[in-house]
């Protein structure tokens, strides 16, 4: 479904990238080097796109600052929808924002991660003409035994237990983690917009939707655990990666902006 030309195209080149890294990890790495690759490549991936993300965080930050203004907005257009939108519209632009100006960054950075959840969770396109079984290419290489094509339906004998445990046990507290910072940005924000009443100048349906969020956004890091207990090693080992890397981004690029006067708040 997924195997249209130009997809197929990225996913080899990102096998044979991941290729060439096992073969320059292997002195140093051994029989680990194309896990060690896996990680590396991902890391890799996440920095050329990390100037998409600094995109999205500054047009996040620029909306927040007009948060105030919109308010003010909203409470004086409250019986004039189509002259609020005009207003909306002007501010936006008037301060180089968009209320959508975060939507891009992160729609562009979606085709990468496909290429590479392609890649680890079937092995199309490694060297070997493997197709997602554990017979030959990337997912026929192996990490402390097992082999990267390996699933938790395949059995959890010998060193499969610990090692998809740990891993496990890493996405489960690093959903945790982002799951708190997503509950707390969303009570944040159900405050900013007036909560689900219409305290902040909107009508009833518009507080629904923030709250409607509040409850499903701290549940969407855990989908990171429900996807691993049904694809490969590679593609667990590459979920690990990239949610440690989104962590440390939420943590470095998100981390809460102290007005004057204001105490920071060390818990967020």
Not at 49 to 55: C, E, I, K, Q, R
Not at 188 to 209: L, R, S
Request: with cysteine; proline share 6%; charged share 10%.
């Amino acid at each position: 479904m997924l195997a249209f030309a130009p997809l197929h195209a990225a996913v080899g080149v990102a096998a044979d990238t991941v290729t060439w890294l096992a073969g320059t990890l292997h002195p140093l790495t051994g029989g680990a080097a194309t896990a060690a690759a896996i990680v590396l490549f991902t890391i890799a991936v996440r920095l050329l796109v990390s100037p998409l993300t600094l995109a999205q965080v500054r047009g996040e930050r620029r909306r927040a600052a007009l948060a105030p203004q919109v308010r003010d907005l909203q409470r004086r257009y409250a019986d004039d929808p189509a002259r609020l939108q005009s207003e909306l519209f002007g501010l936006y632009r008037s301060a180089g924002a968009s209320p959508v100006a975060g939507c891009l960054p992160a729609l562009l950075q979606a085709p990468f991660f496909l290429v590479m959840y392609r890649l680890f969770s079937t092995g199309e396109g490694s060297t070997g003409g493997g197709t997602g079984d554990a017979g030959g290419g990337l997912l026929a290489e192996r990490l402390a035994g097992v082999p990267l094509g390996w699933h938790l339906s395949d059995g959890l004998a010998g060193a499969a237990g610990p090692l998809f445990g740990a891993l496990l046990a890493a996405l489960v507290a690093l959903a945790w983690w982002s799951s708190r910072r997503a509950r707390r940005a969303a009570a944040a924000g159900t405050t900013m917009t007036g909560g689900t009443g219409t305290a902040g100048g909107g009508t009833p349906a518009d507080g629904a939707v923030p709250a409607v969020l509040g409850r499903v956004l701290p549940l969407l890091p855990y989908l990171t655990v429900v996807a691993a207990l049904v694809v490969p090693l590679a593609a667990v080992l590459y979920l690990v990666t990239t949610t440690a890397w989104t962590a440390l981004e939420q943590a470095v690029l998100r981390r809460p902006q102290v007005s004057a006067g204001q105490p920071l708040d060390r818990n967020s």
